[in-house]
C-alpha cells in the first residue's frame, strides 16, 4: 500500500510540476503578446489575429494549466498531510496571488481585444516580471522548507 501511495504521489508532483510550466510559459508569454497588439491600430486586422492568438493562449493553455496546478497541488497536500506545514500556507499565498494576477491579466486581454488600451508598453513589460519573482520565492519555499 506504501508502495501505492508513494507511485500515486510521485504522478501527482510529476504532472503539478509540468502543468506549473505551462502556466507559468503562459503567463511570461500574455503579457508579450499585450505589448505586440500595442503596434496595431483598435479593430485592425492586426490587432484582431493578436485577439484570437491571446484568447488561444489563454483558454487552450493558461487557465486549464491553472486548474490543474491547483486540483493537483492541493490533492497533493492532502495525501501528504502538509497543510500543518508553514511553509505551505506561504506558498499557497503566492499561489493565490499569482491566480489573481491570472484573472487581472486575463481581463486586460479582454479589454485588449475589444480595442481598449488600459496598459502602456513600459507597465506590460513591468507586470511581465510579476510570475517570475512570485516562481523565484514559491520554489525556495518549496525546497528550503524554511518554517
Request: aromatic share 10%; charged share 15%.
Amino acid at each position: 500500500m506504501q508502495d501505492l501511495l508513494l507511485s500515486i504521489y510521485l504522478f501527482l508532483k510529476s504532472g503539478h510540476v509540468i502543468f506549473m510550466v505551462f502556466w507559468l510559459a503562459g503567463l511570461f508569454m500574455l503579457p508579450r503578446q499585450c505589448i505586440y497588439m500595442l503596434d496595431h491600430a483598435p479593430g485592425s486586422e492586426g490587432e484582431a489575429k493578436w485577439a484570437v492568438r491571446m484568447g488561444k493562449l489563454r483558454k487552450i493553455i493558461l487557465t486549464p494549466s491553472m486548474i490543474i496546478v491547483w486540483v493537483l497541488g492541493l490533492t497533493m497536500a492532502a495525501t501528504q498531510g502538509f497543510f500543518s506545514a508553514g511553509w505551505l500556507h506561504a506558498k499557497l499565498t503566492l499561489v493565490l496571488l499569482l491566480t489573481g494576477y491570472h484573472g487581472w491579466l486575463v481581463a486586460q486581454t479582454k479589454k485588449m481585444a475589444r480595442g481598449e488600451r488600459p496598459l502602456t508598453e513600459a507597465r506590460l513589460r513591468l507586470i511581465g516580471e510579476v510570475p517570475g519573482l512570485l516562481l523565484i520565492v514559491i520554489v525556495l519555499l518549496v525546497y528550503l522548507k524554511p518554517f
